[in-house]
């Protein structure tokens, strides 16, 4: 079911630091100076891979050697986590091992709960035993697992990686530090398009996180079955490692509403989680199918597209460039072969897997969806 959540709330009140909750939270060594001298985090356009925006800390943290257990009155089990990385815009986790138990929630939030993220349950679990986690804003975050009194069996938690976004991708933050704003001026807020054809088709766009540290684009794409199988298409060298694609966050309507260029959009509505279909380093193509449908409320649109070699004009493309909010770019003339190494005036570090296209609104071959989506 991927990261889709149950309703409910933590049961500690929300409190300004984890201290002030009496936690001593598990904090994270200074950010390694080789951090600031990562060109994929200057632009994206440095080299063919995705656009870095965060510094993993690789750990170990488990209810059996973090935080803190208490007892409700009713019998309730509470254990509670505290994580900190100082200086953080946002912090994610990824679970190396997510088995949760019937009986047994999970949320994630800061202190002062202004974001919380759960519940999770059982229902949540995924057969790689993965789960990644939406960033959640500042540099400290609180895991709290919930264990009802009749529950019979233990939950399987282990933390494998808490991630430190030194680039603001979370954008709750002012708007001068964020990413929100950060493309350039030649790419259009999506909803300030006045043709239905790409308002429809940018409802297939999606902002990816992968491996919690890499920001990138995907599209969800129709089959020749018509089944409505949630596949999504983005570039192969935005999967750095072999088991990226079960750690990919996909955030669908991250986006202004009603164009309006003050407010940013929600970046809640996400799936976690993924199986590769098909992959071609050679073509820089990958096809992944997510771990769950996305739900009505998402308001997915599914691509079609076309085999043909001779795209017409003008062309489009929506993606979420440097993960900014989902925009538009436009080219009067027809896209014409060339490697995915050559950089692309239209686009940046991010937009790697957004959707381009003719007129029609299908999707041209591969080549010319993602292979110039610098």
Request: aromatic share 8%; hydrophobic share 35%.
């Amino acid at each position: 079911m991927g990261s889709v959540e149950s309703r409910g709330r933590p049961l500690l009140s929300p409190v300004s630091t984890a201290r002030e909750a009496g936690f001593k939270a598990v904090e994270m060594p200074p950010l390694p100076q080789s951090v600031y001298s990562d060109k994929r985090s200057a632009d994206g356009k440095e080299s063919a891979l995705p656009l870095r925006f965060a510094h993993p800390f690789f750990m170990e943290l488990s209810p059996d050697n973090s935080g803190q257990w208490q007892q409700e009155v009713d019998g309730t089990r509470v254990w509670r986590l505290a994580i900190q990385s100082k200086g953080a815009y946002s912090i994610n986790l990824i679970f190396d091992r997510f088995k949760l138990v019937p009986g047994a929630s999970l949320f994630i939030y800061n202190p002062d709960q202004s974001v919380v993220l759960g519940a999770y349950t059982h229902e949540n679990n995924l057969p790689s035993g993965i789960l990644a986690t939406t960033p959640v804003p500042g540099d400290e975050v609180i895991v709290e697992l919930v264990v009802s009194a009749g529950a019979r069996q233990s939950s399987d938690l282990l933390i494998g990686a808490v991630n430190h976004d030194y680039l603001n991708v979370a954008s709750l933050l002012p708007v001068e530090g964020s990413r929100f704003g950060r493309s350039d001026d030649c790419h259009t807020d999506i909803t300030c398009d006045l043709d239905d054809l790409w308002l429809d088709n940018g409802q297939s766009v999606c902002r990816l996180i992968v491996d919690g540290t890499e920001l990138c684009t995907g599209t969800l794409v129709n089959n020749t079955r018509n089944d409505g199988t949630p596949y999504v298409l983005t570039a192969a060298h935005c999967l750095l490692n072999e088991n990226s694609h079960e750690t990919v966050i996909f955030t669908f309507n991250y986006q202004v509403p009603n164009c309006d260029a003050r407010v940013e959009g929600s970046f809640i509505q996400t799936i976690s989680g993924s199986e590769r279909r098909a992959y071609r380093k050679d073509m820089d193509m990958a096809l992944l199918e997510m771990s769950s449908m996305p739900p009505a409320s998402f308001r997915p649109y599914w691509s079609g597209w076309s085999l043909t070699t001779a795209p017409s004009a003008p062309v489009r493309s929506i993606h979420h460039p440097e993960g900014d909010v989902k925009k538009i770019a436009r080219a009067d003339h027809a896209p014409t072969a060339s490697s995915f190494l050559i950089l692309s005036p239209i686009h940046t570090g991010g937009s790697t897997g957004g959707k381009r296209e003719p007129r029609r609104g299908a999707l041209r071959e591969h080549l010319y969806l993602i292979t110039m989506a610098y």
